[in-house]
């Protein structure tokens, strides 16, 4: 993620590296910046709050500032500064966040294993809120994940798809089935190559 902008940027690109351009945009939209700024003080210790410094008459640095403990100054960090967890983070909370409410154009988020560089506590709580944005019918979801607590997680109601390809042949796709009398879990059942259609 490039801490740098120039300009405002309406959309994020597919790696985010224009973060702080789509920030400045979104930042219009104070109602938006309360709730994601909210979010991001439960799940990183210490966020406190986003700041852009100016670079000259156009560009601005994105800071990301973070309280102290008892009796420290606060500190601030440019973007690219963070640790890959935290940029994560950040990441998937605004995305979410940032996603139209229900009844306006629903967004089809599609993410490519949102879970790497954090720990299953730390993505979590993602996980639950994009799960009951997706149940209210606020936001559609294509995770891709090799994570067999994901996969077991995302699973609980029967919405997972399993892609299959041989060599030189065609995908194929079908709905996983969890209805198996093993009682393993279906990461289990993946793994071992049990997974039924």
Not at 18 to 32: F, I, M, P, T, V
Not at 121 to 141: F, K, M, N, T, Y
Not at 175 to 189: A, F, K, Q, V, Y
Request: charged share 25%; with cysteine; glycine share 6%.
């Amino acid at each position: 993620m490039n801490p740098e902008s120039s300009q405002e940027e309406a959309r994020p690109s597919v790696h985010l590296e224009n973060y702080a351009s789509w920030y400045r945009s979104l930042s219009q939209d104070q109602g938006l910046v309360f709730r994601l700024t909210n979010e991001l003080r439960e799940v990183i210790p210490g966020f406190d709050h986003f700041k852009f410094e100016m670079l000259g008459e156009q560009n601005r640095l994105l800071k990301v500032r973070f309280q102290g403990t008892t009796g420290d100054y606060p500190s601030e960090y440019r973007l690219s500064d963070l640790s890959d967890g935290q940029r994560t983070l950040i990441a998937l909370y605004t995305v979410l966040v940032a996603s139209p409410a229900a009844g306006e154009n629903t967004d089809t988020l599609c993410l490519d294993e949102p879970e790497n560089f954090l720990a299953l506590p730390e993505i979590q709580p993602w996980l639950v809120a994009l799960h009951d944005r997706c149940s209210g019918g606020e936001v559609q979801a294509l995770l891709i994940s090799h994570h067999p607590e994901l996969i077991d997680y995302l699973l609980a109601s029967p919405v997972g798809y399993w892609f299959d390809r041989e060599c030189n042949q065609p995908t194929r796709v079908r709905p996983i089935s969890t209805d198996d009398s093993s009682g393993l879990p279906i990461s289990e059942l993946i793994a071992r190559g049990w997974l039924r259609e």
